[in-house]
């Protein structure tokens, strides 16, 4: 009997052996497919993200090229000006000659991304095409020379024979607070994301009454290309020689010092008047006098102040000659079906003096660099068909006269959001649970880090 009882004994135990055993077989075998699942994903990340950042880093190379020509066509307007022959018919042609870069250049920067994009393996993007063929009809040139928007147009056409492999993503709305322009406002609707108004948007859910709230949307961005960020400003040679303030040098001064960099002739010094003590109107001498355009750096360049504080903090000084934002470009591709999103700008500076607004455009831009996209303008997405068919198209039919698309996902948040029903539940458990609301922080993850790619 006690044989019996022992062997019983000893079944018993080794079937739970093969119980436990079976369940860790199970565990390492989920296990293995868990780190191969893993392994797939992370590599084909890596492998989308080797076909997107060289994309950003060709763009931004056609930038860095464009922008070095129209400087170094500012100092041959001055040297023109100052040396002691009539140049003034040559020195409008040079500047037109600066407008017709301004107008080619992003669209070869366009072209150097899709080059590089398809190279890498990237897949077409599906509609950009079209909606760049769509966008192209807006865009205007008024303050270029004549014919500017049908040559821009002419060369986008040459773009657009082939399949679109990158596309530059750009803030529709600009500087804008609106809700209609928040992709993460329609994502809380849709998703019941209650702790996101009482972060973001408590006030406007509880005063909201209708379409009319959302106040008067700004125009939408129809420059959806690669932007150098160039301006114009009406000077004359001489104010350019004594225009330096607060120890700065003059403009001038920075125009020779860029001079001896690349090896050409110093700007000639001012020519003394004619043996009359007069300046005649026609005279090589009154050409310094003359009102002349020049490129300048357009809003955008500014110190990188956003970067450092708010989106992406930067515990110590970014250098003077790095400091500034301006001319970047953002681009969208996929690989595989995954995404990515790099962005890239050119650097450079005369003397260590950074580019800033207003200041004379002298080149210099001889590096570039791929930058944190969550440190650049607020607003920027990937390339998503059916978000830049609400913005450019939806939103402002919407906004002036509370009209919705039947088939459009993001026009479906909007009429959710009009349900009263809806908006009082939020109201109601806001006022209840509000408190017990965490604030997400940066990225995706815990641990915070970029929304996308750098």
């Excluded at 009997?1 to 079976?22: C, D, Y």
């Excluded at 290309?225 to 003059?250: H, M, Q, S």
Aim: charged letters at 20%; aromatic letters at 12%.
């Amino acid at each position: 009997m006690i044989e019996r009882m022992l062997h019983s004994t000893f079944r018993q135990k080794r079937g739970q052996a093969v119980v436990l055993l079976l369940a860790l077989l199970v565990a390492m075998v989920s296990l293995v497919f868990w780190l191969l699942d893993t392994h797939w994903v992370v590599l084909r990340r890596l492998r989308a993200q080797d076909a997107g950042d060289p994309v950003a880093l060709a763009a931004a190379r056609w930038q860095a090229a464009g922008l070095n020509l129209c400087g170094e066509l500012n100092l041959i307007h001055a040297y023109m000006l100052a040396d002691d022959v009539k140049n003034a018919a040559a020195a409008t042609a040079l500047f037109e000659l600066q407008q017709r870069i301004a107008v080619v250049t992003p669209l070869l920067a366009l072209q150097a991304a899709q080059v590089t994009a398809q190279k890498n393996g990237a897949q077409p993007l599906p509609e950009a095409r079209q909606f760049l063929r769509d966008c192209a009809r807006w865009i205007q040139f008024p303050d270029y020379y004549e014919g500017a928007t049908e040559d821009f147009r002419t060369a986008l056409n040459a773009v657009l024979r082939e399949e679109i492999y990158a596309f530059q993503a750009t803030p529709v709305f600009p500087e804008s607070t609106s809700l209609l322009g928040n992709q993460d406002f329609y994502e809380a609707v849709l998703g019941d994301d209650y702790c996101w108004f009482w972060f973001n948007a408590y006030s406007f859910l509880e005063a909201y009454r209708n379409h009319r709230d959302f106040g008067p949307v700004p125009q939408v961005t129809t420059e959806v290309f690669f932007d150098l960020g160039v301006g114009v400003t009406y000077r004359t040679l001489a104010e350019l020689r004594i225009d330096g303030t607060n120890g700065e040098p003059a403009t001038v001064d920075r125009m020779n010092e860029q001079m001896r960099r690349l090896g050409h002739p110093e700007i000639p010094p001012p020519l003394p008047p004619d043996h009359n003590g007069q300046t005649v109107a026609d005279s090589p001498q009154a050409e310094a006098l003359r009102l002349e355009p020049w490129m300048i750096y357009g809003a955008s360049w500014q110190p990188w102040e956003r970067m450092r504080k708010d989106v992406l903090p930067i515990r110590a000084e970014v250098r003077p000659e790095f400091d500034v934002r301006g001319a970047y470009s953002v681009v969208t591709t996929a690989k595989a079906d995954v995404p990515w999103m790099a962005a890239a700008k050119p650097f450079g500076s005369v003397g260590n003096e950074p580019p800033r607004q207003g200041g004379l455009l002298l080149g210099g831009f001889d590096a570039v660099r791929l930058v944190p996209v969550d440190a650049l303008e607020a607003g920027l997405r990937p390339f998503e068909p059916a978000w830049y068919r609400h913005l450019y198209f939806h939103v402002r039919p919407y906004s002036s006269q509370g009209v919705l698309d039947t088939v459009c996902r993001y026009c479906g948040a909007l009429q959710k959001w009009d349900q009263i029903a809806f908006r009082a539940t939020v109201s109601a458990w806001l006022s209840q649970h509000g408190h017990t609301c965490r604030r997400p922080k940066p990225g995706r993850g815990d641990s915070g880090g970029a929304t996308y790619a750098h």
